[in-house]
Nanobody, 130 residues
Framework: QVQLVESGGGLVQAGGSLRLSCTSS????????MAWFRQNPGKEREFVAV????????VHADSVKGRFTSSRDSAANTVYLQMNSLKSEDAAVYYC???????????????????????WGQGTQVTVSS
């Protein structure tokens, strides 16, 4: 059983920063790529970032590129999403997900597909005030 738990969300002013964390209770995800998605009510879940099993490779959505950074600490079994220069349009519930594989070369062009994701966290709310 794998349970992913996100934390670090909250209320921040536009231009501010937050760091989200995702940790696993249960099995380690050290051999898996990990992804971040976000979602607003009534909208589809949107890809944010994916980081390889060893943290060497990462891809970020164009909408967050240059502002968000993914990292991971395998010893702590935790992945992070550092979010800087936050905008109102970044407000959403953020989810982490464990990928089925360590990495896929296709993620340089396409976001991980639903079938490539196997576990999801419950989400953490990020609110950005203008």
């Amino acid at each position: 059983q794998v349970q992913l738990v996100e934390s670090g969300g909250g209320l921040v002013q536009a231009g501010g920063s937050l760091r989200l964390s995702c940790t696993s209770s249960g099995r380690s995800f050290s051999g898996n790529a990990m992804a971040w998605f976000r979602q607003n009510p009534g909208k589809e879940r949107e890809f944010v970032a994916v980081i390889s099993w060893n943290g060497v490779s990462a891809v970020h959505a164009d909408s967050v590129k240059g502002r968000f950074t993914s990292s991971r600490d395998s010893a702590a079994n935790t992945v992070y999403l550092q979010m800087n220069s936050l905008k109102s349009e970044d407000a959403a519930v953020y989810y982490c997900a464990r990928c089925r594989t360590p990495w896929q070369s296709t993620w340089g062009r396409y976001a991980p597909a639903q079938g490539e994701l196997e576990y999801w966290g419950q989400g953490t709310q990020v609110t950005v005030s203008s």
